[in-house]
């Protein structure tokens, strides 16, 4: 019985402390929203989006899959290192310790609210920017997750797989961002199998002049056409 009083005390007090420190929080979010509320009233006549852009907003979500796994723009082909550190995360909720589950599983709600409200905005694509551009607000979570990734691999046999799967990724990144500003691909939406032979072919054998013309000759860039 004593021992149930105690729990009980003790899962009240724990209750106590939170209000304080969610309260906080709320008025850290109201203060830091009001610049953005005073911004609209200025501009819009109101407290809010203009029209134009509310009307983008359909919030059943239903392109939240696309902005995750489309080639057009979804996070996931543009980015796969983001996919892995969601893996690390995924790790740290389930087998990590209490702080670091904590921790991890207020990142995945984070991170499955942005899902949510950039699956809501019919202009998912941001079309002409390079991936996914509106979650780059999570990449500090993405970066917890793949620290707990490699922190969990450690000490394993996958260790080495996973450094090479690591490379691979940031390598994908770097060659995309080339053709992208070459004008090597299609800025709309990715061909994987073209994509992956500029990456792994093409731009490797052109680094020296690609070099060249990022060092001195950057106008280059915005001299040629889109394919």
């Known amino acids: 019985v004593r021992g149930g009083i105690n729990g009980r005390q003790s899962g009240t007090t724990t209750i106590a402390r939170a209000i304080p420190?969610?309260?906080?929080?709320?008025?850290?979010?109201?203060?830091?929203?009001?610049?953005?509320?005073?911004a609209y009233k200025v501009l819009n006549g109101h407290f809010g989006p203009s029209k134009?852009?509310?009307?983008?907003?359909?919030?059943?979500?239903?392109?939240?899959?696309?902005?995750?796994?489309?080639?057009?723009?979804?996070?996931?082909?543009?980015?796969?290192?983001?996919?892995?550190?969601?893996?690390?995360?995924?790790?740290?909720?389930?087998r990590g310790q209490a702080q670091s589950r904590r921790i991890a599983w207020c990142a995945l709600l984070m991170v499955a609210l942005q899902v949510y409200v950039s699956g809501s905005v019919e202009s998912w694509t941001v079309a002409g920017a390079f991936g996914q551009r509106r979650f780059v607000a999570l990449t500090i979570l993405l970066t917890i997750g793949l620290a707990g990734l490699i922190a969990a691999a450690a000490r394993t046999?996958?260790?080495?797989?996973?450094?090479?799967?690591?490379?691979?990724?940031?390598?994908?990144?770097?060659?995309?961002?080339?053709?992208?500003?070459?004008?090597?691909?299609?800025?709309?939406?990715?061909?994987?199998?073209?994509?992956?032979?500029?990456?792994?072919?093409?731009?490797?054998?052109?680094?020296?002049?690609?070099?060249?013309?990022?060092?001195?000759?950057?106008?280059?860039?915005?001299?040629?056409?889109?394919?």
């Open 21 to 38: 420190i969610a309260a906080a929080g709320c008025i850290a979010f109201a203060i830091g929203l009001l610049p953005q509320l005073f």
């Open 52 to 94: 134009l852009v509310a009307r983008k907003m359909n919030w059943q979500a239903p392109h939240a899959l696309q902005v995750l796994g489309s080639p057009e723009h979804g996070l996931f082909f543009w980015t796969p290192l983001a996919a892995l550190a969601l893996g690390g995360l995924v790790v740290l909720a389930v």
């Open 157 to 227: 046999p996958w260790r080495p797989a996973l450094g090479a799967i690591l490379a691979l990724c940031v390598w994908w990144n770097v060659a995309l961002i080339a053709a992208f500003g070459t004008g090597l691909m299609n800025r709309q939406r990715l061909e994987l199998r073209q994509n992956a032979y500029d990456a792994f072919v093409t731009l490797p054998l052109g680094l020296p002049n690609l070099a060249h013309r990022y060092f001195l000759d950057r106008n280059s860039f915005y001299r040629q056409k889109e394919p």
